[in-house]
């Protein structure tokens, strides 16, 4: 564990109260500044999502010249994935919600991949089932925040392997045991099967170049968390003959336990809203949360309490206050005192079954044309 006041972050750990401005210093990437918002805004017809306009993305690598590239006649394309080891919860929705909305403000197409066989390596407790059915019904989850049909394609790992495969067998070449250790912290006993998954990870960010014979720029938004990751096929990019993926990368969603990100790992499953909690769990968790609330009524009434420190505000931060001045006012209230965090408690709770009613529709919906976005065959042998 690190010192009060140190962090660690790499794509399989995350300890530590993370500086962010530290973090994106040590690994070397650009800040989002006001310019890149306002392209982005211009971009998008004059619209940004709160993700952008709130800096919980934060951090890119290459993004401007993506952009630029996009406003030339250039478009791009999107990937994100999802390790499906048991239902989705909130702060998993981050990079999905982002990238269903440039799909629709600029009309690019998504490449999504579900990698049940990472989960199936790296999970012992899990069957080969479970991990194929978890991806499914995330599947359906995702797609059903907004998604276009007609361009929305998906990578599910143990049924596209024959579309994914030819470009595996080169990504392979290119990606060392030494590399994988340094990223991933593999160990000899670590199981082949994740070893080799490093190459599949990567091969979405070069299939539609590979497939249409030219380059084809991707923007892929993550945690920053998952830049090491990309880092590698970055490196690899070139060699390969394709482009370097540009980069988006969120913070993270403070866990509603108030320990540090948002995560269910040991079990500790009150640390996060699944999107599959009925109603009563829905409520309880949130009636426990951490909060930025003084000790007494009268106490936050006269000194006001810190929306920064608070799993609440964070959760309207980067889901339901759905306007600006919404999102302002909670806010305002929260550090003015005016607000409490019983009725900030009681609203949000309200919001949030409002959003499972309706993303339980949309899911159905979304059901009935999953299917017919998963990718079963490549473009050509080699
Ligand atoms: S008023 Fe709301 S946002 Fe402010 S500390 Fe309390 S619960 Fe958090």
């Not at 990223?183 to 070069?206: D, E, H, K, M, R």
């Amino acid at each position: 564990m690190p010192e009060p006041g140190e962090f660690v972050v790499t794509p399989y750990e995350v300890h530590g109260k993370i500086d962010y401005d530290r973090l994106r210093e040590q690994f070397g990437t650009e800040e989002v500044t006001s310019q890149v918002l306002a392209r982005i805004h211009h971009l998008a017809g004059g619209e940004l999502h709160p993700l952008l306009a709130r800096g919980v993305y934060y951090s890119h690598r290459d993004l401007p010249a993506l952009l630029d590239g996009y406003a030339n006649g250039r478009p791009f394309f999107l990937y994100s994935g999802r390790g499906p080891s048991g239902p989705l919860h909130l702060s998993h929705l981050l990079q999905f919600d982002l990238c269903a909305w440039f799909q629709r403000r600029l009309g690019v197409p998504m490449y999504l991949q579900i990698t049940d066989d990472e989960k199936f390596w790296a999970r012992g407790g899990l069957t080969r089932e479970e991990t194929a059915q978890w991806g499914l019904e995330n599947l359906y989850d995702i797609l059903s925040l907004g998604f276009d049909p007609k361009r929305t394609h998906t990578f599910f790992d143990s049924r596209s392997i024959a579309a994914l495969y030819p470009l595996a067998i080169r990504v392979a070449r290119k990606i060392t045991f030494s590399n994988v250790k340094a990223v991933f912290g593999f160990t000899p006993s670590t199981n082949i099967g994740l070893v080799f998954y490093t190459a599949l990870q990567s091969v979405p960010c070069f299939w539609p170049s590979w497939a249409e014979g030219r380059a084809v720029p991707c923007l892929v938004p993550c945690g920053i968390d998952q830049d090491p990751h990309f880092r590698l096929t970055r490196d690899i990019a070139e060699g390969l003959g394709y482009p370097k993926p540009a980069l988006l990368h969120s913070q993270m969603v403070p866990g509603l336990l108030g320990e540090g990100v948002m995560s269910t790992t040991g079990g500790r499953t009150d640390d996060a809203l699944y999107l599959n909690d009925p109603p009563p769990v829905v409520e309880r968790k949130l009636r426990a949360a951490f909060t930025g609330g003084r000790a007494t009524v009268e106490e936050q009434r006269r000194l006001g309490a810190t929306p920064e420190v608070c799993s609440i505000w964070a959760l309207w931060k980067t889901r339901f206050a759905d306007t600006e001045a919404k999102f302002q006012e909670i806010t305002r209230t929260c550090r003015s005192g005016e607000l409490l965090c019983g009725d900030c408690k009681g609203e949000l709770i309200e919001r949030v079954h409002k959003f499972y009613e309706q993303h339980a529709v949309a899911r159905d919906k979304a059901k009935s044309w999953a299917e017919s976005t998963i990718v079963t065959s490549a473009p050509k042998s080699i």
